[in-house]
């Protein structure tokens, strides 16, 4: 599997914007930027993109790319906030709900959704561990719920 690039947040601005219409131009890609540089500007981001991997050219539309995220959004996601935890907080999620809730940003109904989502992950990993060991010839008895 390929590593997943590393980028700049105006690069993850033009990819956001690429994973919301699908595909696109350079100039779509400006167009749906709020206060955006200039055209050479983007098409120097989005080359940029392509040239790690992040973007795929699907096809020319008259004198213009169309061009494609080549990266899941979940993925690219999950990497940004693993960054961002081990630089800020030393890879510790708990300082950063904490700054959230000091912050008014996370309600408590958010947390009840992080706990539920919690709660909801580890019934579905114990389904996969029990399942891995029906499988490799395990009996019932030994499919236990690993915390």
Known sequence: MRRL??????????????WNCGEGTVADVRDALKDPPTYSTIK?????????????RVRKDGRAWVYRSA???????QKEIRRFLDVVFDGAAAPLVAQLVEMDEVSVDDLREIEKRMRDGRERAGRRRTIGRRERGGSVGDCIEVP
């Open 44 to 56: 120097k981001i989005v080359e940029r993109l392509v040239e790690k991997g992040a973007v795929v």
């Open 5 to 18: 690039p590393d980028l700049s947040r105006f690069e993850l601005q033009c990819l956001k914007k690429l």
């Open 71 to 77: 990266v899941p959004s979940s993925a690219i996601v």
